[in-house]
């Protein structure tokens, strides 16, 4: 018989977060037929040093989809500005209707310490969506869902203590996880470098630019591999030696709890 195919919702705050974060898996779970919504809660319209933000935002949507196409994944990006999210009932609202149209089984989002504040507040709203999503009155103009989905934090780095980690080898998507941040020029080869005074080391060409990306941006996710290592020795056995990249992941303490359920992490976690 064959398995049912999940439906995977990733959120991050802006246009690129989930391609950084978790685009590789993403891939992998879309490669092997799962149903995959990134969903970008704000338009991205501030990151950058010349555009304006109507400008921008055009372009980061253009950007974004294109990655959705690499990535193989639908995408969907919120209306609302970069840099001015909000934890409110209204954006609360929002996210519940896109959620319960969606049906996630499991929804990924951002670790609750992050940098930026519309990276907290994602995180924030995605946490205060779980319980809402199965009771009808709230957003009764779509169906409630029938059960809480599971709800899991991008990994910060390393394994989280008292909670479910679980770390994806992401060496045979990485050439692809490349080409989704490719997409995304604005930010890969203009807004980050200036930020960062490196703007003069950005390449012009494609096949340098991808590997300038895999060296700067790559390191986040060698080191996760590491971190990591003796989880994917235990999980893979001495091949995990090998394994160069990984994405992370680690339980929220809402929603749906898999906990030491056999059955269920084989369900969400074994199938790709
Ligand atoms: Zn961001």
Known sequence: MLEKKLNIMAVGAHPDDVEEQFGGTAMLYSSKGHRVLVVSMTNGDTGHQILGRKELADRRRKEAYAAGKVMNTEYKILPIHDGELVP????????????????????????????????????????????????????????????NPCYFYFSPGKPQKSSFNF?????????????????????????????????????????????????WRGKRFVSLANEYRPWLIKRYGKTAEKICYAEAVYSAPVGKQVGMNRKEIEKLFFCI
């Open 88 to 147: 409110s009932l209204a954006n609360r609202k929002k996210l519940l209707k896109v959620i319960r149209k969606f049906r996630p089984d499991i929804i990924f989002t951002h670790s609750p310490a992050e940098y930026h504040p519309d990276h907290r507040y994602t995180t924030q709203l995605v946490l205060d969506t779980s319980y809402l999503v199965i009771v009808p009155n709230i957003v009764p103009e779509v169906p409630p869902l029938k059960e």
């Open 167 to 215: 770390c994806f080898p992401i060496d045979s998507v990485w050439d692809r996880k490349l080409l989704a941040w490719h997409q995304h020029a604005s930010q890969m080869y203009e807004w980050l470098p200036w930020t960062m005074g490196i703007l003069d080391q950005v390449p012009v060409h494609t096949k340098e630019r991808l590997e300038f990306l895999s060296l």
